[in-house]
């Protein structure tokens, strides 16, 4: 059979930030806490944004992240507002992005943006399995001062996420938050976890549209937090991550397409995604190949657990078909497959993954260029 569909994702909608939208009694909390601000403290910014400017609808989305938090209650949400200027100011959050904080080796692997989700919010991977080896743990958490250094390190990338908001009324004003726990030695990062969280929700205020992670989240979260939490098993990383990412955004080592350095060639080309049933077997038939060109494609199936197979049928009739991949088992932790066919005859690729053995429906995606013959051209 041809491949199926592309998979329905359910989206997400943010909370409103249009001024028309909110309900009398929510437009006056936005009023009064512009008022008492202005008493209490005077003028001030946030993430570049003046929050008493009359004309300035940035300012509006900012002060409404706070109102949420506290559930419209002014005077709550004005104390919040201020404990998070003052909080700025002693910490240098205004500055922490011109810093060199020394974690190059972390960067890319333990907290960083990539990609997109579907609807447009940036993305923040967080992985601390890379902490069970021991020598890397007292290199970064060994005494006050390194903790100190990597909570420093860690807003700095979360403000990195925050220059890519709009901060505008419909627009893109939070991200999505993919935590990894896999391995995370957990009594061990128990402070440093605690103290992330902790400030995170003091300090950045509904900036987290989505939080999906691999394991349980900490007790003292409010309520309003945790239900932004989507928790996956180990299993399913791949299909909860679609839902809200799409897969050419998705790193690997998730059962993505996207591979470090993908970015130096421009936008990830789009993936087609599609299902394989349990105990199905899906063709994935790439027609029209001309004599000369070259088939470059990626594959990945979530959670593996299947064989795979490629192969090239000429045209021609009486030609044999060629085993470009000979079958083979995939396990489970296999990332996804790059490989690409230069065809001497013009034909069509066959792209076969067997779920013949399983009782499990998998998510799948796949890509693919080809580029003719320089003489064909």
């Known amino acids: 059979m041809e491949a199926a569909t592309s998979l329905r994702a359910p989206s997400f909608k943010e909370d409103t930030y249009l001024i028309s939208h909110l309900k009398p009694s929510e437009r006056k909390s936005l009023k009064h806490l512009k008022d008492n601000l202005m008493s209490a403290h005077g003028p001030d910014s946030l993430w570049g944004v003046p929050l008493l400017a009359n004309s300035d609808e940035r300012a509006d989305v900012i002060l409404l992240k706070f109102l949420r938090a506290r559930d419209f209650r002014v005077h709550d949400s004005l104390n919040m507002l201020l404990k998070c200027l003052a909080w700025r100011k002693d ?84 991200i999505i938050q993919v935590t990894d726990l896999k391995d995370m030695p957990k009594r061990e990062l128990r402070v440093a976890s605690n103290h992330i969280l902790s400030l995170f929700q003091d300090n950045y205020p509904e900036m987290v549209a989505k939080s999906l992670l691999y394991s349980m989240f900490s007790p003292f979260l409010t309520q309003r937090t945790k239900s932004k939490f989507v928790i996956s098993k180990e299993g399913n990383v791949a299909e909860t991550l679609y839902k809200f990412i799409s897969p050419e955004n998705v790193p690997v080592q998730y059962g993505g397409l996207s591979r470090p350095g993908d970015v130096l060639n421009g936008p990830p080309k789009p993936a087609s995604e599609f299902t ?102």
């Open 91 to 174: 910490f240098g959050a205004d500055v922490v992005l011109e810093e060199d904080l020394g974690f190059k080796e972390l960067e890319g692997d333990v907290a960083y943006m990539h990609g997109f989700d579907r609807e447009g919010h940036p993305v923040c991977y967080n992985c601390y399995g890379v902490f069970k080896d021991r020598e890397m743990y007292e290199r970064v958490f060994g005494d006050d001062e390194k903790l100190k250094r990597f909570l420093r390190w860690r807003v700095q990338v979360l403000e990195r996420g925050i220059k890519l908001l709009q901060f505008k009324p419909g627009g893109v004003n939070s």
């Open 276 to 377: 394989v049933k349990g105990g199905e077997k899906v063709n994935i038939q790439i027609e029209g190949i001309e004599a000369g060109a070259t088939i470059t494609w990626d594959i990945v199936v979530g959670g593996w657990e299947l064989d795979y197979a490629v192969e090239f049928v000429p045209n021609a009739e009486g030609s044999y078909t060629i085993a470009v991949e000979k079958p083979r088992r995939i396990t489970a932790n296999e990332e996804a497959i790059h490989n690409s066919f230069a065809a001497t005859d013009a034909g069509k690729l066959v792209l076969s993954v067997d779920n013949s053995a399983s009782r499990y429906r998998k998510v799948a995606a796949y890509r693919y260029v080809v580029r003719k013959s320089t003489s064909n051209v």
